[in-house]
């Protein structure tokens, strides 16, 4: 979300003359988009922080603004710990910054920012559909920075996503931090199917995915969805953050293990070739060995494609913050953490081993260190080598090596892919 948000900003002020560089001692302008999802994040705001003072010191014409989740309603203390930032910005909200820089450059921003759609997207764009969220998790610092859900209309987002095909954008990724509760809260009541069928008969679009879901709005209608239109990829992002039900309560997720497994025992007999990925938090208050086990067992038994392991960081505002001790140890949280990412290696080493020798389709996003890389349709990075220009190309790609975290290919000419690659 902090990307898009920063490609509509830059969108923005490139509509005000502005270009970008490639150092921020080289800039006129500055803006740092945080996120403070968990402590090493905030950390690394106030880090880049302190060099930007030192850079502005040396450049005191130079607007530092400060925008994203860390900038909260009241940034009365912000603006005391860091009084060389001219503007705080929270998510979404760019008006402070056009006001400053509308005053510096003597004119109407109004009149000159137009659509923020991003002017040079990549092949794959991100796009958000839905701001906020309701849920509030009391581990969770978001609801409290971005606000309640809302929902852009589904004409706006099937306009944008047009144009951005126009820019030359392949693959779109739809946003939010519940993502299926897309719609919910608009007059007509739409959901998150509603808006992949207007989208998927766009002409020169290839892929569409979104994320991030809950488990409590991934809906049968969704699920048709995917298993009906063709540009809507197989693999949904589903955290279940913990499998124990008494932690779940803790954490405020409204469900429980047995619910979530149910729903995820369900989704592949609608889509065969499915890839599940999910989030895990380890270490939550009061949250026991045994507790932690029972998350073990959980992802020992369903095997996902891809699970984002994090220990637990009390973040200040949330609940569990408020009212939760953090009273598992940090060597334990550690051994916890290691401990997952060892038995998910293990899972996606046999998992990606099965396909060795077969052909998967590929949008390829970039080059790097002389490779051309991209993701299959269920998300899988695809390294392969070839002379010529394949960017933004969908290739036959057939698997010649796999490791846990990618693979490794050359392009195949052949009309039978494996979608679920």
Known sequence: MNKADSERLASALEQLGLQAVDAPKDADVVVLNSCVVRQSAEDKVVGTLGMMKSIKSRKPGQVLALMGCMVSPKADDLKARFPYVDTFMRPQQYEPLFDLLGERMGLDWEGCVGNLTPSRPSVSCYIPIIHG?????TFCII???????????????VREVDLLVQRGVKEVTLLGQTVDAYGHDLPEKPDLSDLLHSLDPIDGLSRIRFLTSHPMYMSQSIIDAMSALDKVCEHINLPIQAGDDEVLNSMRRHYTEREYRDL???IPSTIPRVSLSTDVIVGFPGETREQYERTVELIREVQFDKVHVAAYSPRPGTIAFRTMPDDVSQEEKAYRLHNLDEIQEDILSRKNSQLLGETVEVLVEGHKNGKWQGRTRTDKLVFFEDEGDALG???????????????????????????AG
Do not use: K
């Open 143 to 157: 609801p409290y920075r971005r606000g309640r859900q809302v929902s852009r209309p589904i004409s706006e987002i």
């Open 393 to 419: 190309e969908l290739m036959n790609v057939r698997i010649t090596r796999t490791s846990p975290w990618s693979l490794q290919g050359t392009p195949h000419a052949t009309a039978h892919l494996r979608a």
């Open 133 to 137: 969220c309701d849920l509030m998790c």
């Open 264 to 266: 995820i025992d369900r």
